[in-house]
């Protein structure tokens, strides 16, 4: 039984463009799992303090047979090779990445909320998302479309395709 799970990919630091490109190439090497496809790149400014870079944002499709739990050791195996480094509260890191959305289920466990919890006001979520899947359904929270239109514009910008 395969799950179809979308990936938020985020970063501000030490070559962000790099820590995508880098983190979509581990993401392709993730047991009994596939990448289907990305969203392609885009720039955000920061939510949280204004003292930090822009974000480069992205999402990212798997089918995985992995549950969200293992899913998750994974990801956060990748963070972790890659350096990850994080200040403070709502501040700069090395590269974020979140299980979006598991399939059409909703998750509340300790260590997971699914879908992720600030995904409704993020644009820097929903955009990627849309790109990805404009039919896309999110569980408990209604169409990408609506949710789209009802989030607080922060000037997100897409940048173009990601070349790896
Ligand atoms: N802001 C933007 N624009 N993009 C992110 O990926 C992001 N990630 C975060 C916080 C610090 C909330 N702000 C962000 O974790």
């Known amino acids: 039984m395969t799950v ?3 990936i938020g990919l985020g970063s501000n630091l030490h070559n962000p463009e790099q ?8 993401l392709r090497e993730i047991k009994a799992s596939r990448l ?14 204004q003292d930090q870079p822009d974000y480069l944002n992205a999402a990212a499709l798997i089918e995985t047979e ?5 899913l998750l050791d994974q990801l956060q195996n990748i963070e972790n090779t ?3 480094v994080r200040s403070r509260r ?3 890191r090395t590269l974020d990445l979140d299980i979006l959305l598991y399939g059409d289920e909703v998750i509340h466990s300790e260590r997971l909320t699914i879908p992720h919890a600030g995904l409704a006001l993020r644009e820097f979520v929903l955009h990627p998302l849309q790109r990805l899947n404009p039919a896309l359904n999110v569980p408990g929270k209604g169409k990408i479309i609506d949710l789209v239109e009802a ?3 922060s000037g997100i910008e897409y940048l173009g395709p990601i070349n790896d």
């Open 66 to 70: 992995l549950t969200a739990e293992l």
């Open 82 to 84: 890659q350096g990850r």
């Open 4 to 6: 179809k799970v979308y």
């Open 90 to 92: 709502w501040g700069e």
């Open 19 to 26: 820590q995508i490109v880098s983190a979509l190439q581990s």
């Open 151 to 153: 989030c607080p514009a």
């Open 36 to 49: 289907i496809n990305n969203s392609g790149l885009f720039r955000s400014p920061p939510m949280g303090p």
